[in-house]
């Protein structure tokens, strides 16, 4: 199976600040990479498909970049709604796989 | 409106078995691959399970591989996961997810989950 590594594991940040996290893939999976906001009781929500493709009806503070094996997630200006958990996704191969998660919680 | 809905979660023990479903709503359910991922306590995303819309493609994780069977009925707008010889390890809140209609391998719609715990 493809290992996704996500960087940091978890971060802490102020209304206004711009985030950046990293997804890395033990192999190359193209941009075949999805990202996702999870919050504690909710469903998961899409953000970013094929690494850079926004969601339709996600905010464009959010955006996606990189290709091959390393891949990262910004939030342009932090808002309240976007303290959560995200998790970067391979879809290269049959077998998707899940990063551990990154956790961003608020300073 | 456009919503999928799991239920069947339930307390179970060691080496028991049960069987989860998930109902589609608001899309065309039979033109959709579905899948199921779960979240351990305190854990991250797994994805465990993955059926083609016209059911004839399966697949899964390797720490399910022989216990679980992934199914559907595409005239009740129906996803199962019927799960056996089940583990402490297997406790977890399950969601069904759909399959982005054109490129696939990503989950645009998710279920709020349903909790299997697994205890003696």
């Known amino acids: 199976d493809i290992q996704m590594t996500q960087s940091p594991s978890s971060l802490s940040a102020s209304v206004g600040d711009r985030v950046t996290i990293t997804c890395r893939a033990s192999q190359t999976i193209n941009s075949w990479l999805a990202w996702y906001q999870k919050k504690p009781a909710e469903a998961p929500k899409l953000l970013i498909y094929k690494a850079s493709d926004l969601e339709t009806g996600v905010p464009s503070r959010f955006s996606g970049s990189g290709s091959g094996t390393e891949f990262t997630l910004t939030i342009s200006s932090l808002q309240p709604d976007d303290f959560a958990t995200y998790y970067c996704?391979?879809?290269?191969?049959?077998?998707?796989?899940f990063g551990q998660g990154t956790k961003v919680e608020i300073k | 409106e456009v919503q999928l809905v799991e239920s069947g979660g339930d307390l179970v023990q060691p080496g028991g078995s049960l069987r989860l479903s998930c109902t589609g709503s608001g899309f065309t359910f039979n033109t959709y691959s579905m899948n199921w991922v779960r979240q351990a306590p305190g854990k991250g995303l797994e994805w465990i399970s993955y059926?083609?819309?016209?059911?004839?493609?399966?697949y899964y994780s390797d720490s399910v591989k022989g216990r679980y069977t992934i199914s559907r009925d595409n005239a009740k707008n129906l996803l199962y996961l019927q799960m056996k010889s089940l583990r402490v390890e297997d406790t977890a809140v399950y969601y069904c997810?759909?399959?982005?209609?054109?490129?696939?391998?990503?989950?645009?719609?998710w279920g709020q989950g349903t909790l299997v715990t697994v205890s003696s």
């Open positions: 059926v083609s819309s016209d059911t004839y493609i399966k």
């Open positions: 996704q391979q879809y290269k191969t049959y077998s998707k796989t």
């Open positions: 997810a759909r399959d982005h209609a054109e490129d696939g391998g990503f989950f645009d719609l």
